[in-house]
């Protein structure tokens, strides 16, 4: 059982129109006691993939995230999801699980518009960021 730490919302759009690169505060979950006070931050970068118009790269890391866990900090991992056609959220990425840091710092990853956005770079994404619990799965 994961616990949602917090989102940030964005467009592919707007992160290329800002250089490639957007730094967003996280919206924390309303359920989770954190040091509002705290800044905490996710970094989104996106680059074209050069061999393809159809795919993008995406860098993603955060700074001070919630410790979660009791004899450690948090086990984060993000999962991404847009908006489809019929107002729903539709997973569209899972990220790997870094353990024990409040600064994550994730794998680059290739993913192709379509998958992530239906082409469309004005798609409203959600980016949630979780923290994994191991000793239920």
Do not use: Q
């Given at each position: 059982n994961s616990v949602l730490l917090g989102y940030i919302q964005c467009t592919v759009g707007r992160v290329?129109?800002?250089?490639?690169?957007?730094?967003?505060p996280i919206t924390w979950n309303e359920d989770i006691q954190v040091d509002r006070n705290t800044s905490t931050e996710v970094v989104v970068c996106i680059r074209e993939d050069p061999f393809s118009k159809e795919n993008i790269?995406?860098?993603?890391?955060?700074?001070?995230?919630?410790?979660?866990?009791?004899?450690?900090?948090?086990?984060?991992?993000v999962i991404i999801y847009r908006r489809n056609e019929r107002?729903?959220?539709q997973k569209c990425y899972r990220?790997?699980?870094?353990?024990?840091?409040l600064f994550p710092d994730w794998k680059p990853i290739l993913i192709c518009l379509d998958r992530l956005c239906g082409g469309n770079i004005d798609c409203e994404l959600?980016?949630?960021?979780?923290?994994?619990?191991?000793?239920?799965?």
């Open positions: 290329i129109h800002s250089g490639g690169e957007l730094i967003l790269f995406i860098k993603m890391n955060g700074a001070n995230l919630d410790k979660k866990d009791f004899f450690g900090k948090s086990d984060p991992y107002g729903k959220l990220s790997e699980v870094i353990k024990n840091t959600y980016f949630r960021c979780f923290d994994w619990d191991g000793a239920v799965g």
